[in-house]
């Protein structure tokens, strides 16, 4: 039997194959929340990866206004800044919203858009149904703008708005769209809706077992109003402050750090992390938007 016929692989046939491990910088902290490890001297070192990991698809979750989308922007931004094509592939907001919306973050982060405008390409179905309804149709699409542009990145916002009202199919085609960048070896980002009733300590709060189970890693962002004086005295905000947190899910690509961070969102719309929430709690960090 001729190897490409094969089924199987001796490890060590895969070698040729495997990914460099190098982070794919997002322009946030998140680039140093990402490790690997080195030996130097012949011992185990620490080090940032610099970024999400390279090749990953990365599901980027939470509930309604947690700022998925805002974070899905700000790395197409960076990356498309830095000179590498982003396919932005947009399924809630309309193709014109979403340049206002970039170009609006790109000039309060002081980014050449002249720049970025010929780096991230633009599929928006949003507005189309076929696009939507046929996971094919859509990949094909994908592919041709892949191969034209030679994409380095793709985002998809949202995954779950490709299966909003077939779910029992969404594990069917996250996965479809997962072993199609894998096989166009693009670094991704999946935003997928949680539903508000979901714990963000639960598996759904990753997207559902759909999502989270597939894909290389999770991000989960979330929101809390400040509503009681327990929870001024916790978190030492005024009632009616909300407080933003953002965590990486897992990982299985490389190690990652595991607790949670507060951000705020900048009054250009853009994600700044800021510390930890341990931080916070005990009085030593800054947080929440009033």
């Known amino acids: 039997m001729k190897r490409e016929d094969r089924k199987y692989y001796e490890l060590d046939e895969l070698k040729e194959k495997a990914p460099k491990l190098f982070g794919v910088p997002t322009g946030t902290k998140l680039d140093e929340m990402f490790w690997k490890v080195d030996f130097e001297g012949g011992r185990p070192v620490k080090k940032p990866l610099g970024g999400i990991p390279y090749l990953s698809i990365i599901n980027l979750t939470g509930i309604p206004d947690s700022g998925k989308s805002l974070l899905a922007e700000q790395f197409a931004l960076h ?167 953002i965590r990486i899910d897992g990982c299985r690509l490389t190690g990652h750090d595991t607790r949670t961070w507060v951000f705020n969102i900048s009054e250009g719309g853009t994600i700044e992390i800021v510390s930890p929430l341990e931080d916070l709690v005990r009085g030593g960090g800054d947080g929440g938007n009033r």
Not at 126 to 132: F, G, H, P, V
Not at 207 to 227: C, P, Q, T
């Open 79 to 245: 990356q498309a800044n830095q000179g590498y094509k982003v396919l932005f592939v947009t399924v809630e907001s309309p193709a014109n919203f979403l340049y206002t919306s970039l170009k609006t973050k790109s000039l309060y982060l002081g980014l050449d858009f002249e720049r970025i405008s010929s780096n991230i390409i633009v599929v928006d179905a949003s507005e189309n149904a076929e696009l939507r309804e046929d996971p094919r149709a859509l990949m094909d699409t994908m592919a041709y703008a892949i191969k034209e542009k030679q994409t380095n990145n793709v985002i998809i916002d949202s995954i779950t708005g490709l299966y909003e009202h077939k779910e029992m199919m969404a594990r069917q085609i996250v996965r479809q769209f997962f072993n199609f960048l894998k096989k166009w070896r693009q670094t991704s980002i999946f935003v997928s809706q949680k539903r508000s009733a979901q714990g963000a300590e639960t598996a759904e709060a990753a997207g559902g077992l759909a999502v989270a189970h597939i894909v290389d890693g999770s991000i989960v962002l979330d929101k809390k109003l400040i509503e009681s004086r327990w929870e001024m005295s916790t978190y030492k905000l005024p009632i009616g402050s909300v407080i933003r947190t």
